[in-house]
T-cell receptor, first 113, second 114 residues
Framework: AQKITQTQPGMFVQEKEAVTLDCTYD???????LFWYKQPSSGEMIFLIY??????QNATEGRYSLNFQKARKSANLVISASQLGDSAMYFC??????????FGTGTRLKVLA | DVKVTQSSRYLVKRTGEKVFLECVQD?????MFWYRQDPGLGLRLIYF???????EKGDIPEGYSVSREKKERFSLILESASTNQTSMYLC?????????????FGNGTRLTVT
């Protein structure tokens, strides 16, 4: 069975610094996709970045990048130059199969001014 | 932009009431989902639908049912609400069959059952 583990319930980062949010996964499938979502206090889930299991390069989207280490089954999200608006819950998810998205328990990030 | 709209942001219902949570998407997505979000538990799949009138149970379907009469609309039904169903409910949609297809979420419905 697929599983996502986010071991950091909460993180603090100083404004303008970089922060890494950890995500490890477990799957027996060879083909899968990894996703990161942001959930501000308003509640909506915002898709941030995607990494495919066969992608050779780490995904990047603006200030977001994914440190993908396939052998270690980790897909850590790196946020560069943190902003106050980055304060939110962050969820890692895996899609394995046709529709089964499995989510982690999330990491609450607080950016300090 | 994909828009997924949930009919209510906040709902307060009494124990035993029948509750309908409505979700509409405007991007012609085949797949629609209902998740429940609780602190420390992440998002858990309640039901999934891959076509009109087609549904599959997720990880926690007990106490819930769903209806998908039209492609754009997916309803979650609590037949007899209980206090342990107090939670945040998230509807989502996606294209089928694409490994890189993200879920697109609505704004969520925070349901309180008293």
């Amino acid at each position: 069975a697929q599983k996502i583990t986010q071991t950091q319930p909460g993180m603090f980062v100083q404004e303008k610094e970089a922060v890494t949010l950890d995500c490890t996964y477990d799957t027996s499938d060879q083909s899968y996709g990894l996703f990161w979502y942001k959930q501000p206090s308003s509640g909506e889930m915002i898709f941030l970045i995607y990494q495919g299991s066969y992608d050779e390069q780490n995904a990047t989207e603006g200030r977001y990048s994914l440190n993908f280490q396939k052998a270690r089954k980790s897909a850590n999200l790196v946020i560069s130059a943190s902003q106050l608006g980055d304060s939110a819950m962050y969820f890692c998810a895996i899609l394995s199969g046709t529709y089964k998205y499995i989510f982690g328990t999330g990491t609450r990030l607080k950016v300090l001014a | 932009d994909v828009k997924v709209t949930q009919s209510s942001r906040y709902l307060v219902k009494r124990t035993g009431e029948k509750v309908f949570l409505e979700c509409v998407q405007d991007m012609d997505h085949e797949n629609m989902f209902w998740y429940r979000q609780d602190p420390g538990l992440g998002l858990r799949l309640i039901y999934f639908s891959y076509d009109v009138k087609m549904k599959e149970k997720g990880d926690i379907p007990e106490g819930y049912s769903v209806s998908r009469e039209k492609k754009e609309r997916f309803s979650l039904i609590l037949e007899s609400a209980s206090t342990n169903q107090t939670s945040m409910y998230l509807c989502a949609s996606s294209f089928p069959g694409l490994r890189n297809s993200p879920l697109h979420f609505g704004n969520g419905t925070r349901l309180t059952v008293t």
